[in-house]
Each structure stands twice: as C-alpha cells, then as structure tokens.
C-alpha cells in the first residue's frame, strides 16, 4: 500500500512540475520585451508623411531647400522642386511619442544668381505615434501657402492671386 502511494505521490510532483514549467515559459514569452539579433525592437513600426510642391510653371514656381531640423528624422533631400514631393518617415521602436521639426527656406525656381534671393522660410512640425501621425506649419514667411491635408500630408502652392 506504501509503494501505490509513493508511485501516485511521484507521478503528480512531476505533472506539476511540468505544468509550472509550461507556464512559465509562456509567460516569458508574453510579456518579456527583447532586441531581435539585429538590436532593433521587436515591436517596431514606420509613419511616413509627405511634403508635396504643388507650385507650377505657369503661376510662380518657388523652389524649397531644406534648411534645419530637429528631432530625429532622416536627412531629406536638398531640394523639393515643383510637382515633386519629400517623405519623411519616423522609424518607432515601441510605443513611444516623437516630435520633429523641419524648416525649408523658399526661392524662385527660376532665380538662378548666387546666391539666389530667398523669398521666407516654412516651418512643419510632425508628430507621431505608432499608427497615427499630424503635420502642421509652426511659421511660414514666404509668400507659399500651406494646405494641411490631415494627418500626414501638406501641399505648398502659391498664393490665391496666382492660381488659375
């Protein structure tokens, strides 16, 4: 009778153990957070926003060039000429909030003197979280205007007198 229950007593140790083990492996999958081989996160996710030149060359055509930024965005491009756009794309490592700001200075696109004359300056500001993302004009004095397609997209033009 002693050997049955040592046996029975035996048996349901090692099944506990075994559910305790499964469980805890579970759980260490679930909730810890680690870099993948790379270092990068394992929870990671891109919100890309456009800067669109919409002056043609029938109004005036300005011309932007970057100018300054902050916060921590990629370098852009030199230049946006007209009908041509920059993506600007924030890289999220969790779920963190990011911030940044860019200025472009603008110039005739057919003023070619050295250096050329500078018409003002726009200033964005682009936020984002994973999933979603705002741009706005912080300052603009240059004679584009700014039109905010919500969230992520802007289109400079020129001023209302010019358009056709």
Do not use: C, W
């Amino acid at each position: 009778m002693n050997d049955g229950e040592v046996q029975i007593s035996t048996q349901s140790n090692l099944g506990v153990i075994l559910v305790l083990f499964i469980l805890l492996v579970i759980v260490t999958k679930v909730f810890y957070f680690r870099p993948d081989e790379d270092g990068e996160t394992s929870i990671n996710s891109t919100l890309t926003f456009e800067i669109y030149n919409g002056s043609t060359f029938a109004s005036p055509a300005y011309r932007l060039r970057f100018y300054t930024r902050t916060g921590q965005i990629p370098l852009p491009s030199r230049y946006i000429y007209p009908f041509f756009s920059e993506f600007i794309t924030f890289q999220f490592d969790g779920y963190e909030q990011k911030v940044a700001t860019i200025t472009y200075r603008v110039y005739d696109d057919y003023d070619r003197s050295t250096p050329p004359v500078i018409l003002g300056e726009i200033t964005f500001q682009l936020e984002g979280v994973p999933g979603f993302g705002l741009i706005r004009v912080l300052r603009n004095t240059s004679p584009v205007r700014a039109l905010v397609f919500p969230p992520n997209r802007v289109a400079v033009h020129p001023p209302a007198e010019y358009r056709q």
